[in-house]
């Protein structure tokens, strides 16, 4: 059996504590601190799926952050935002790529018979699960709110 990627993270927090790497410990300890939060509240355990969930909210926060520090030009804070969300992608699935993207986008409106901008809800409920923690799903919705109002 695989290694869950709740116990990789467990296991990873380990080794930075022993070679001292204090700002990767810090980035798993909030990782791993999220998962538990949502764990404690739905009183479950979190499976890999929903995990990848939890951290691919994580970057998005961090996305935002880093939009924030640089139009407020503070460098210093966005290369603290910058470092925990490489961090963070770390454990997320490899990233899609704009061309397989664009692809799963058309084939989602094909197959979901979308037409006008009221169905992209169809359209984001299909591609997300496909999408979690591997594409901004900002950008996606801005990818297909453009391909329906055409």
Same mark, same amino acid.
């Given at each position: 059996?695989?290694?869950?990627l709740?116990?990789?993270?467990? =296991?990873?927090?380990?080794?930075?504590m022993k070679?001292?790497?204090?700002s990767?410990l810090?980035?798993i300890?909030?990782?791993?601190?999220a998962?538990k +939060? #949502?764990e #404690?509240?739905?009183?479950?355990?979190?499976?890999?799926s929903?995990?990848?969930?939890? !951290?691919?909210?994580?970057?998005?926060?961090?996305r935002e952050?880093?939009?924030?520090?640089?139009?407020a030009g503070?460098?210093?804070?966005?290369a603290i935002?910058?470092?925990e969300?490489e961090?963070?992608?770390?454990? !997320?699935?490899e990233?899609?790529?704009?061309?397989e993207i664009?692809d799963?986008?058309?084939?989602?409106?094909?197959?979901?018979g979308? =037409?006008?901008i009221?169905?992209?809800?169809? #359209?984001m409920?299909m591609?997300?699960? +496909?999408?979690q923690?591997? =594409?901004?799903?900002?950008? #996606?919705?801005?990818?297909?709110k453009?391909r329906l109002?055409?």
């Amino acid at each position: 059996m695989s290694e869950t990627l709740k116990s990789q993270l467990q =296991a990873d927090m380990k080794s930075s504590m022993k070679s001292g790497d204090k700002s990767r410990l810090g980035v798993i300890r909030l990782m791993l601190s999220a998962i538990k +939060q #949502v764990e #404690v509240d739905e009183r479950i355990e979190l499976d890999d799926s929903r995990i990848t969930a939890v !951290l691919d909210k994580m970057t998005k926060q961090r996305r935002e952050s880093i939009t924030q520090f640089d139009k407020a030009g503070r460098d210093d804070l966005s290369a603290i935002e910058q470092s925990e969300l490489e961090i963070i992608q770390e454990y !997320l699935p490899e990233a899609l790529s704009e061309a397989e993207i664009n692809d799963l986008v058309e084939q989602s409106i094909a197959s979901t018979g979308a =037409a006008s901008i009221k169905d992209m809800g169809k #359209v984001m409920g299909m591609l997300k699960p +496909q999408l979690q923690g591997r =594409a901004d799903m900002g950008q #996606v919705s801005q990818l297909i709110k453009s391909r329906l109002s055409d």
